[in-house]
C-alpha cells in the first residue's frame, strides 16, 4: 500500500463496520459523510437480524406480488410513476433475477452470511463491553390468513432444508409465548435463530468506540470527486475544497452509492427504498420476541423499553418525504394483528424515515471493483443492512489487507456484475 490511509464513504452501518475492522488491522481510517451520521437508515429500522431472510427480494412471484400491492393505495409497496431511465433499467434487471435459478444460488449465500453476522455481533458486544440490546430469541412471522400461512410453511419447509431450525405454530402455540399480548392470528412461522437488538445503541456506541481507537469522522462533507491515476485512486476531493490522501477507498453511501459508481464509469443499479417506523415508548403491553407481519410486511421490535412498528417499501426516488398513504397502511396493519393498539394512539408518535439501498437482483454489492486496484464497494443491503453489515465490513477489510475474502462468494455479490 503507498500509505495505510483508507477512505470510507458513508456512516451508516456498513461504514462504520468496514471502519471498524480496518482500524482493528492496524489502518488509518477517515469516515465521510454528506449528513450528520445521525439520520441514515442504520438509526430508525427494525433492528432485526434475520437468517430466515435468506430468500433475496428478487423471487419467483414477486413482480406479480408487487403489481398487486401498487393497485392498492394503502399497500406496504409502491413504486412512484414516472419516466426515469435508472428506474426502467433497475424495474428490468429485477425482472431478469426473479427466477426460482436465481433464488436457488442466493439462499445458502445469504444464509451463510445472515448467521456469519449475527455470530460477529455477539463477538462485537463481548469483546468490545458494548450492550445494545441484542436478543436471540429468535422470530415469529405473524399470518392472520390461510394464504399467507400456506406461504409461510413453504418457506419453513425451504429453511429446514437449507439446515436451518424452523418450524409452524399455531394460534394457541404463539400465545403461550407471547401472553402479554392479543394477536389476531392463526398461526405463525418461528424462526429460533433470528434475533433483534437496539439499532441506534449499537451505531451511537460503535461510533464512539471508533473515535476513541483514532478513526476520524468528517460529516457535512460531500464527495465532489474521486481522483485518479490509471487504474488507482489516490484521493477523495469534497465540496468543502479539501482533498483527502489515501491508498483505498470503500464506497458505503448507501442509496447514493451509485451515484459515486458512476464516476468511475461503473454501473451499480440502485433505487432507493424508502421505509418507515414508529417507535412507541413505554407501552402498556409489549412481546416479548420481534415479530413480522407475513401479509403486511410490518416489523415489531421490543427495544429497551420501547416498542417499534417498521415496514413498508416505497420507491420515489431520493425523496424522504412523508406519504401519509404508507403511513395509514403501516398503522392499520399495526391495528390489524394487534387490536389493543388503536389508529389514534399510534397517530400521536413520531414518524421516521429512512431510505435503503436496494439492488435489481436483491443482493448488496459487496468486494473490490475489477477496474481500479484500490476501490471497494458494500452497499445495497435493502432491508438487512443491520443482518449483513457487519459480515460485508469484515470481507472488505480481509480483501484490502490480504487480496481475498475468507470466504469466496463469486459472482453473486461482486459490484462488478452489472457491468
Same mark, same amino acid.
Given at each position: 500500500?503507498?500509505?495505510?490511509?483508507?477512505?470510507?464513504?458513508?456512516?451508516?452501518?456498513?461504514?462504520?463496520?468496514?471502519? =471498524? =475492522?480496518?482500524?482493528?488491522?492496524?489502518?488509518?481510517?477517515?469516515?465521510l459523510d454528506r449528513d450528520d451520521g445521525n439520520d441514515n437508515c442504520s438509526y430508525g429500522n427494525a433492528g432485526l437480524i434475520v437468517p430466515?431472510?435468506?430468500?433475496?427480494?428478487?423471487? $419467483?412471484?414477486?413482480?406479480?406480488?408487487?403489481?398487486?400491492?401498487?393497485?392498492?393505495?394503502?399497500s406496504s409497496f409502491y413504486i412512484k410513476p414516472r419516466f426515469d431511465k435508472e428506474l426502467i433499467a433497475w424495474g428490468w434487471n429485477f425482472?431478469?433475477?426473479?427466477?426460482?435459478?436465481?433464488? @436457488?444460488?442466493?439462499?445458502?449465500?445469504?444464509? +451463510?452470511?445472515?448467521?456469519?453476522?449475527?455470530?460477529?455481533?455477539?463477538?462485537?458486544?463481548?469483546? @468490545?463491553?458494548?450492550?445494545?440490546?441484542?436478543?436471540?430469541?429468535?422470530?415469529?412471522?405473524?399470518?392472520?390468513?390461510?394464504?399467507?400461512?400456506? +406461504?409461510?410453511?413453504?418457506?419453513?419447509?425451504?429453511?429446514?432444508?437449507?439446515?436451518?431450525?424452523?418450524?409452524?405454530?399455531?394460534?394457541?402455540?404463539?400465545?403461550?409465548?407471547?401472553?402479554? *399480548?392479543?394477536?389476531?392470528?392463526?398461526?405463525?412461522?418461528?424462526?429460533?435463530?433470528?434475533?433483534?437488538?437496539?439499532?441506534?445503541?449499537?451505531? %451511537?456506541?460503535? #461510533?464512539?468506540?471508533?473515535? +476513541?481507537?483514532?478513526? #476520524?469522522?468528517?460529516?457535512?462533507?460531500?464527495?465532489?470527486?474521486?481522483? #485518479?491515476?490509471?487504474?488507482?485512486?489516490?484521493?477523495?476531493?469534497?465540496?468543502?475544497?479539501?482533498?483527502?490522501?489515501?491508498?483505498?477507498?470503500?464506497?458505503?453511501?448507501?442509496?447514493?452509492?451509485?451515484?459515486?459508481?458512476?464516476?468511475?464509469?461503473?454501473?451499480?443499479?440502485?433505487?432507493?427504498?424508502?421505509?418507515?417506523?414508529?417507535?412507541?415508548?413505554?407501552?402498556?403491553?409489549?412481546?416479548?420476541?420481534?415479530?413480522?407481519?407475513? @401479509?403486511?410486511?410490518?416489523?415489531?421490535? $421490543?427495544?429497551?423499553?420501547?416498542?417499534?412498528?417498521?415496514?413498508?417499501?416505497?420507491?420515489?426516488?431520493?425523496?424522504?418525504?412523508? %406519504?401519509?398513504?404508507? *403511513?395509514?397502511?403501516?398503522?392499520?396493519?399495526?391495528?390489524?394483528?394487534?387490536?389493543?393498539?388503536?389508529?389514534?394512539?399510534?397517530?400521536?408518535?413520531?414518524?421516521?424515515?429512512?431510505?435503503?439501498?436496494?439492488?435489481?437482483?436483491?443482493?448488496?454489492?459487496?468486494?473490490?471493483?475489477?477496474? =481500479?486496484? %484500490?476501490? =471497494? *464497494?458494500?452497499?445495497?443491503?435493502?432491508?438487512?443492512?443491520?443482518?449483513?453489515?457487519?459480515?460485508?465490513? #469484515?470481507?472488505?477489510?480481509?480483501?484490502?489487507?490480504?487480496?481475498?475474502? +475468507?470466504?469466496?462468494?463469486?459472482?453473486?455479490?461482486?459490484?462488478?456484475?452489472? %457491468?
Amino acid at each position: 500500500m503507498r500509505n495505510n490511509n483508507v477512505v470510507v464513504i458513508g456512516a451508516g452501518i456498513a461504514g462504520l463496520s468496514t471502519s =471498524y =475492522y480496518l482500524n482493528k488491522a492496524g489502518l488509518n481510517v477517515t469516515v465521510l459523510d454528506r449528513d450528520d451520521g445521525n439520520d441514515n437508515c442504520s438509526y430508525g429500522n427494525a433492528g432485526l437480524i434475520v437468517p430466515s431472510h435468506f430468500m433475496p427480494l428478487a423471487s $419467483p412471484g414477486m413482480i406479480v406480488k408487487a403489481i398487486k400491492m401498487m393497485l392498492k393505495a394503502e399497500s406496504s409497496f409502491y413504486i412512484k410513476p414516472r419516466f426515469d431511465k435508472e428506474l426502467i433499467a433497475w424495474g428490468w434487471n429485477f425482472r431478469k433475477a426473479s427466477t426460482a435459478k436465481h433464488a @436457488e444460488e442466493s439462499a445458502p449465500v445469504l444464509k +451463510e452470511l445472515l448467521l456469519a453476522n449475527r455470530d460477529l455481533l455477539v463477538e462485537l458486544e463481548q469483546q @468490545e463491553a458494548l450492550d445494545f440490546g441484542l436478543q436471540r430469541k429468535g422470530l415469529l412471522m405473524l399470518c392472520n390468513s390461510e394464504k399467507g400461512f400456506k +406461504e409461510e410453511k413453504e418457506v419453513v419447509r425451504k429453511a429446514n432444508q437449507l439446515g436451518m431450525a424452523a418450524k409452524m405454530l399455531s394460534a394457541d402455540e404463539v400465545n403461550e409465548m407471547e401472553p402479554h *399480548i392479543d394477536m389476531n392470528i392463526i398461526g405463525a412461522g418461528y424462526y429460533p435463530e433470528d434475533a433483534h437488538f437496539h439499532p441506534g445503541l449499537l451505531m %451511537n456506541q460503535l #461510533k464512539a468506540k471508533l473515535k +476513541e481507537r483514532g478513526v #476520524k469522522f468528517r460529516f457535512h462533507t460531500e464527495v465532489m470527486d474521486l481522483e #485518479k491515476d490509471s487504474e488507482v485512486i489516490t484521493g477523495v476531493k469534497t465540496a468543502d475544497g479539501n482533498f483527502y490522501d489515501c491508498s483505498g477507498v470503500v464506497i458505503c453511501a448507501g442509496s447514493w452509492s451509485s451515484m459515486l459508481a458512476r464516476r468511475l464509469d461503473i454501473s451499480m443499479p440502485m433505487q432507493a427504498g424508502k421505509g418507515y417506523s414508529i417507535t412507541v415508548q413505554n407501552p402498556d403491553r409489549s412481546p416479548q420476541n420481534c415479530m413480522m407481519f407475513t @401479509e403486511a410486511y410490518v416489523a415489531v421490535t $421490543p427495544m429497551n423499553g420501547a416498542l417499534r412498528f417498521a415496514g413498508t417499501m416505497e420507491m420515489a426516488g431520493l425523496d424522504k418525504s412523508i %406519504n401519509q398513504n404508507k *403511513i395509514n397502511a403501516l398503522i392499520k396493519s399495526v391495528c390489524q394483528y394487534l387490536p389493543e393498539f388503536s389508529v389514534e394512539d399510534l397517530r400521536r408518535h413520531d414518524i421516521w424515515v429512512g431510505l435503503r439501498p436496494c439492488s435489481p437482483d436483491g443482493l448488496p454489492y459487496v468486494g473490490k471493483l475489477t477496474q =481500479y486496484d %484500490n476501490v =471497494y *464497494i458494500s452497499t445495497g443491503h435493502a432491508m438487512l443492512g443491520m443482518s449483513l453489515g457487519l459480515i460485508s465490513g #469484515k470481507i472488505i477489510s480481509n480483501l484490502i489487507m490480504s487480496g481475498e475474502a +475468507e470466504d469466496d462468494h463469486h459472482h453473486l455479490l461482486h459490484p462488478d456484475r452489472y %457491468n
